[in-house]
């Protein structure tokens, strides 16, 4: 060690520029703000700093009287956390509303899909305008042929289970009502001999 | 020295310590001015935690962390603090007073110190820490500490030019 004392010693004549004036009121500001932030949010009982606050000089005090503002505080976000937050949301909002939207699944139609009957609700029901009927057969059984009383022509007898399925809809509301109910239907059809 | 937050006078603490502080932060500051902003805030941030100022590490080490902060804030900082990293920079220049042609020529050689060790010298130079409180304030040993100090000594009187 003893080959730098020399260099010690020359580094040590070396004096670094003191700080400027207005660092000293800044601080003074600084810890000011600090104080004054420590008394309004801390509830619990009286510290040192409190017991023993700060005693400015008058010169300190009419510095801080100055108009002398110390730095702008900078405030910082962590973005990643509200984003993420922000994005499920939109992600939570986005996937409500297509659930709502969704149409219904249609069950496949073996039969004819008809226009909606044209008539009116009842009373209770007065907003509900009707939206479609479907018919699904399901089961269709061909009973052969048979003949009518008195008859001479044989008619072919088939018998169908269908299942019938009325909607209405409400257009103001977006609520919809569907009735759906099981039904049996014979069907005679002529059957000419050649 | 006693508690930086029961000082009644701790104009004369901040004074004592405050030249030495804004060095210490001038290494990563470009200016003065941001070196004082460095300070100030570490400063009123160690006061706000009721250190005791006879703990300087852990008041260098307040400077440090928020210097390393205000350097990675703004992207040409950030862009600085690389070059920084490497051990030719000659950006960031210690404020002394000079006065004459020999501490100017210390001065140059001081720039041209890796960080690493010009921030012990700082340390145990202007402001007197020792190697327990430098090894302290970096998170490095004392062993290490010292090293880096007779490193950068044998850096300056290698890079001195010779009276």
């Avoid at chain 1, 069950?107 to 044209?118: D, F, G, H, K, S």
């Avoid at chain 2, 070196?35 to 009123?44: G, K, S």
């Avoid at chain 2, 970096?138 to 009187?157: D, G, M, V």
């Amino acid at each position: 060690m003893n080959d730098f004392s020399e260099i010690e010693d020359k580094l040590r004549k070396l004096r670094p520029v003191p700080p400027s004036a207005d660092l000293m009121t800044r601080v003074e500001r600084g810890l000011a703000e600090a104080r004054h932030g420590e008394s309004l949010h801390s509830g619990k009982g009286s510290t040192r700093l409190r017991e023993r606050p700060v005693r400015l000089g008058p010169t300190a005090r009419q510095a801080s009287t100055a108009g002398v503002l110390p730095r702008e505080r900078r405030i910082h976000f962590n973005w990643l956390p509200l984003g993420l937050g922000l994005a499920a949301a939109a992600a939570l909002v986005l996937f409500a509303r297509f659930q709502l939207e969704r149409p219904v699944k249609k069950t496949p139609a073996l039969a004819a899909i008809t226009p909606a009957p044209a008539f009116s609700s009842p009373s209770s029901t007065a907003q509900f305008v009707p939206a479609g009927l479907t018919q699904v057969v399901y089961h269709t059984r061909d009973e052969g042929l048979h003949f009518r009383n008195n008859s001479k022509q044989p008619m072919r007898r088939v018998r169908s289970h269908t299942r019938e399925t009325l909607r209405w809809r409400n257009p103001t509301t977006g609520a919809s009502l569907r009735i759906s109910y099981p039904s049996e239907e014979v069907s005679l059809t002529p059957v000419s001999g050649q | 020295m006693e508690n930086v937050a029961t000082d009644e006078n701790w104009k004369t603490c901040f004074s004592q310590v405050a030249p030495g502080l804004v060095l210490f932060a001038r290494q990563w500051a470009r200016s003065s001015a941001d070196a004082e902003d460095i300070v100030q805030e570490a400063f009123v941030r160690f006061w706000r935690k009721q250190h005791d100022i006879a703990n300087r590490g852990l008041l260098y080490a307040a400077v440090r962390s928020i210097a390393l902060d205000f350097l990675r804030r703004d992207n040409r900082r950030a862009r600085r603090e690389s070059t920084a990293a490497s051990e030719t920079d000659q950006t960031v220049q210690p404020m002394f007073e000079i006065e004459d042609e020999s501490q100017r020529a210390l001065v140059a050689a001081l720039d041209l110190l890796p960080n690493e060790q010009r921030e012990v010298l700082v340390m145990k130079i202007w402001n007197d820490l020792t190697f327990a409180e430098i090894a302290s304030a970096l998170e490095i040993s004392q062993n290490t500490a010292a090293s880096r100090y007779r490193y950068a000594l044998a850096n300056l009187k290698k890079n001195l030019p010779p009276i």
